[in-house]
């Protein structure tokens, strides 16, 4: 079964700054796909930025960036430039090529101090 | 487009109380899907329907958990009896395509003392 871990709950960082959120995962497949989701305060889960696993290239959205280490099973997010609405929390997932479903993460919170 | 609508936002019963959760999904998504997060935890799956039938319900975690999906349109997962470790956070989301991108609800908060 595969695992998603992300060992920092918490993170803070300083408006503007750059700040890096990080996830490893466990599987036994070669094809899959990972995602970084946030929930702001107001609960609605948003996808924030998805990468496939065959792809060596790392996907870039705007301000956000992931750093895909497959051999590594690592798939941190990075913030650039980082903004008060950033502040959420940040769950990693995974799902498996063949599948439908979501493997989440324990989640970080992530606090913007202006 | 009107989103993933879920409600209540919030709930709050006592223990052996039975509550409804309801989700409403994008116009046109067959696929919905519940998940759950415990305080603190992952978010876990519970089930996915097609259109009106259950797809995988491997992660409902016991038969006090009924979700169902009449007519293909709007879910409902009702817990009874409620126990307090149900308490969490339960989110829907629906999908268009079996492996399509997700939308999800703002989720129900529930609270079971």
């Known amino acids: 079964a595969q695992t998603v871990t992300q060992s920092q709950p918490e993170m803070s960082v300083q408006e503007a700054e750059t700040v890096t959120l990080s996830c490893t995962y466990d599987?036994?497949?070669?094809?899959?796909?990972l995602f970084w989701y946030k929930q702001p305060p107001s609960r609605q889960m948003i996808l924030v930025i998805r990468q496939e696993a065959y792809k060596q290239q790392n996907a870039t959205e705007n301000r956000f960036s992931v750093n895909f280490q497959k051999a590594a099973k690592s798939f941190s997010l990075k913030i650039s430039d980082s903004q008060l609405g950033d502040a959420a929390m940040y769950f990693c997932a995974y799902r498996s090529k063949s599948g439908s479903r979501l493997t989440f993460g324990e989640g970080t919170q992530l606090t913007v101090n202006p | 487009e009107a989103g993933v609508t879920q409600f209540p936002s919030h709930s709050v019963i006592e223990k052996g109380q039975t509550v409804t959760l309801r989700c409403d999904p994008i116009?046109?998504?067959?696929?919905l899907y519940w998940y759950r997060r415990v305080m603190g935890k992952e978010i876990k799956f519970l089930l996915h329907?097609?259109?009106?039938?259950?797809?995988?319900e491997s992660g409902m975690p016991n038969n006090r958990f009924l979700a169902e999906r009449t007519g293909g349109t709007y879910s409902t997962l009702k817990v009874q009896p409620a126990e307090l470790e149900d308490s969490g956070v339960y989110f829907c989301a629906s999908s268009q395509f079996l492996r399509g991108g997700y939308t999800f609800g703002s989720g129900t908060r529930l609270t079971v003392v």
């Open positions: 599987t036994s497949e070669s094809d899959y796909y």
């Open positions: 116009s046109g998504h067959d696929n």
């Open positions: 329907f097609v259109k009106e039938s259950k797809q995988d």
